[in-house]
């Protein structure tokens, strides 16, 4: 998959945010790489990046930064 | 023939309506929905759990089939209309179906807050299915927020009990004129034909379906249920009565 070939851009630093209640540290970035980084499927979630939903084609260059709240989402089976 | 049940501009032709949630494998949704014929299915939006591979359930819902998201998780109108937004950023439709829940015995929706997310939803485009419990003065008050249809609840969610709220959901079929869905405690298809026979413009069946042996079996076995009881109510049912009326004539016995 194209997405796989993509040179990483992590630069080796290490940010600490929240992701989904939890806070973590992690070396992505910006949205991609971390999806990337979370081995998630890129097609299959939603980022919502500081309460804003973010487009899927945006996730490259929207930038990551120190104590940001991330919420990665997807549907799931309810009534 | 009959039209179908017109929502938000688009119109379903079959009026029973499905929900993702309880199947043992997701493979089983699809097939469900061939098997049943249901436009229409309900899904939820939770945060992905970093820990564990998931399936994406869209995968396995055709896309001539309705998404329906619903706000399940949300306790306040606020929180619902939050969940609305993401699931419309996400590409799933217009459509949402308001559930607020702050009691987690019986899982009763707050009436209040779904009204108050209904008129923020209805006014910001979205095609509103408030799921309540059934109180005709809400039920109007929904329809002038610019609800597009009205649930009501027949008993709690997940339940099998059936349509215990009866009485107050003929209330709504005979005062409302936006449709009335019957939601949540529909446990089998017998309960589903007679919501129909009461003149219900559909109804949601969950967790009947997907927790039955056999799924698929089940959701055809709905979707007879719905169009039974749906093609008594227009051929209109006879009168009940406490005795006897003979059925072959009185007269001319051979005695």
Redesign the interface.
């Given at each position: 998959m194209w997405y796989l070939e993509r040179p990483s851009v992590f630069n080796g630093e290490i940010m600490k945010i929240n992701?989904?209640?939890h806070v973590e540290n992690v070396k992505a970035s910006n949205l991609y790489d971390l999806v990337l980084e979370?081995e998630?499927?890129l097609?299959?979630?939603?980022i919502?990046h500081n309460l804003k939903?973010k487009?899927r084609d945006s996730w490259p260059t929207e930038k990551i930064m120190e104590n940001d709240t991330i919420?990665?989402?997807?549907?799931?089976?309810?009534? | 023939m009959e039209s179908g049940l017109i929502l938000g501009g688009k119109s379903f032709t079959n009026r029973l309506f499905t929900?993702?949630?309880?199947?043992r494998s997701?493979k089983l949704?699809s097939k469900m929905l061939e098997a049943s014929g249901s436009e229409m299915i309900?899904?939820?939006?939770?945060?992905?759990d970093?820990t564990s591979k998931?399936e994406?359930?869209?995968e396995y819902i055709p896309d001539n089939v309705t998404l329906l998201?619903?706000t399940?998780g949300a306790r306040t109108a606020g929180e619902a209309v939050r969940i609305a937004?993401?699931?419309r950023?996400?590409g799933?439709g217009n459509f949402i179906k308001i559930e607020i829940i702050t009691d987690m015995k019986y899982l009763m929706p707050d009436n209040e807050e779904t009204l108050n997310a209904t008129r923020l939803l209805a006014e910001d485009g979205f095609i509103v299915l408030p799921y309540i419990n059934p109180d005709l003065p809400l039920a109007k008050k929904l329809e002038e927020a610019g609800a597009a249809a009205i649930m009501p609840l027949g008993s709690a969610?997940?339940s099998n009990r059936g349509i215990r709220t009866r009485e107050l959901i003929e209330i709504l079929i005979d005062c409302c004129s936006v449709p009335i869905i019957v939601d949540?405690g529909i446990g089998k298809p017998s309960h589903a034909a007679a919501a129909m026979e009461m003149g219900a413009d559909a109804v949601?069946v969950?967790?009947a379906i997907?927790a039955a042996h056999d799924p698929v079996r089940m959701g055809e076995a709905f979707s007879y249920a719905v169009k039974a009881g749906r093609m008594a109510f227009l051929a209109k049912l006879t009168e009940e009565s406490k005795e006897a009326n003979a059925s072959s004539p009185l007269t001319g016995f051979l005695r």
């Open positions: 992701i989904n209640g979370k998630l499927q097609d299959s979630v939603i919502e939903i487009r919420e990665i989402l997807r549907f799931v089976g309810g009534g | 929900g993702t949630g309880k199947f997701k949704i309900t899904i939820a939006l939770r945060r992905v970093l998931e994406n359930i869209l998201p619903n399940s937004n993401i699931a950023e996400a799933c969610i997940g949540a949601l969950n967790t997907s």
